[in-house]
């Protein structure tokens, strides 16, 4: 042992901006608080409002076509093998061929890059546009993974609103006045996690324009692409590609309710060639060399799949969520410390505002999320975790009669909770 008086000097110390990215408020890190605060002894089940993960549902199981080429790609022995950092090619062109339905401008698989999940798509863009004194725009409310990727890789965030009164639109004079020149991008998330929002297409329109007069490119993260139930429908971002340069981020996650097989991708809808010029797709594909992407077998069940999986299948999973958004909407209004200011159009989530001035010894949305999940085994996430401190992000991709026991808890709970008029 050595004495006190004696210290070795080791070359090896922490990175600080890693201890700071992981002690960012994460979903993942604040349902992990939460989730400490359960009582052991409730006989109870847990009603898990808090993550956007349905599969663990019977109403929510994916399609047997899925499960069927995932057996298939394996007992073929064809993909054993590592696949190409970009991905393999039949894998590629059938995702340019899904993407390309909606599309005018018509993408190649050297468009379309594999990725392990959504998330590290995120991680492969954010660190490609990370430079000195770059920044980005990130919404508010927002999905807080790009904040964390963001401090990891040295680029300042910038946070825009979205307008609740105004369907979780992007304030769009806030975001031009956040911009400089060393902006690279803008982050928007549609259908909307947090929110449930869908950008009509007029909006997205809008988006660009305000792009290209600022110069950044647009980094849209469509995970639960064509997830909408709403009067607004669901348009890409890619079709306007030829105003602005859009990097589109995607998966099988959350359609086809598979997010444990991490199949994503980043794809790039710039017909203008802008970010071939500047090698962004060169330093895209460069960071891939060095990192790992999806199983193979997944990437050699993906033509199977897009090409085998019938309509019926998505109006399904796209009912269920219809029918639950319209429980959770319902039920919340019951509830008169909690206000839904927009019913959910898509994705799995609303964003709710509580009105601590109506309950007791409740001090912000951290503690009603720790009390709620010790009194009534209820899990939902509190809204400092996406950036909406007294605010709270509730999911109804859960079975239908979960759903009505857990908003029930609620509202029993902030009945026990009220102040006494």
Not at 50 to 65: E, I, M, N, Q
Not at 66 to 80: L, P, Y
């Amino acid at each position: 042992m050595e004495s006190g008086a004696v210290k070795k000097k080791w070359g090896f110390q922490v990175k600080q901006e890693h201890i700071t990215a992981t002690a960012t408020l994460t979903v993942r890190s604040a349902l992990t608080i939460i989730k400490q605060n359960l009582k052991e002894n409730d006989p109870r089940p847990i009603i898990p409002l808090g993550h956007g993960d349905p599969s663990a549902f019977p109403c929510f199981r994916t399609t047997p076509v899925a499960e069927d080429a995932v057996v298939d790609a394996v007992r073929s022995a064809e993909f054993n093998c590592y696949s190409p950092s970009v991905g393999i090619l039949p894998a590629r062109r059938a995702i340019a061929g899904y993407l390309n339905r909606d599309l005018p401008c018509k993408l190649s698989p050297d468009d379309v890059h594999l990725t392990a999940g959504c998330k590290q798509a995120i991680q492969v863009i954010l660190t490609v546009l990370a430079r000195p004194g770059a920044n980005i725009l990130l919404p508010k409310p927002g999905f807080p993974l790009y904040e964390a990727n963001a401090r990891h890789t040295h680029l300042e965030i910038r946070h825009f609103d979205l307008l609740p009164e105004k369907g979780w639109e992007v304030d769009l004079d806030g975001l031009e006045a956040l911009a400089d020149e060393n902006t690279v991008a803008m982050v928007i998330v549609n259908p909307g996690n947090p929110c449930g929002n869908v950008f009509t297409y007029q909006h997205l329109q809008k988006i660009a324009e305000k792009a290209r007069k600022l110069g950044i490119m647009v980094i849209s993260d469509e995970v639960y692409d064509h997830l909408t139930f709403g009067s607004t429908p669901y348009v890409r971002m890619g079709v306007f590609g030829s105003t602005v340069p859009v990097i589109t981020l995607g998966s099988m996650s959350k359609r086809w309710i598979v997010p444990g097989w991490r199949l994503g991708w980043l794809v790039t809808s710039d017909p203008s060639g802008i970010l071939q010029e500047l090698r962004i797709v060169d330093s895209i594909k460069g960071y891939l060399n060095i990192s790992s992407g999806p199983a193979t077998f997944v990437q050699g069940a993906v033509p199977q799949i897009f090409k085998n999986t019938k309509e019926d299948f998505f109006s399904k999973i796209v009912d269920i969520l219809r029918d639950t958004a319209d429980i959770c909407y319902d039920r919340i209004k019951e509830i008169p410390c909690i206000t839904c200011p927009r019913k959910p159009e898509g994705s799995m989530f609303v964003m709710v505002k509580l009105n601590l001035s109506l309950l007791e010894g409740i001090s912000d949305d951290m503690e009603f999320a720790l009390q709620l999940a010790k009194e009534e085994s209820v899990i939902v996430l509190p809204g400092m975790a996406v950036g909406m401190k007294n605010w709270l992000r509730i999911t109804f991709a859960i079975e239908p009669s979960a759903l009505e026991e857990g908003l029930g808890r609620i509202k029993a709970f902030c009945q026990r909770h009220a102040k006494q008029q």
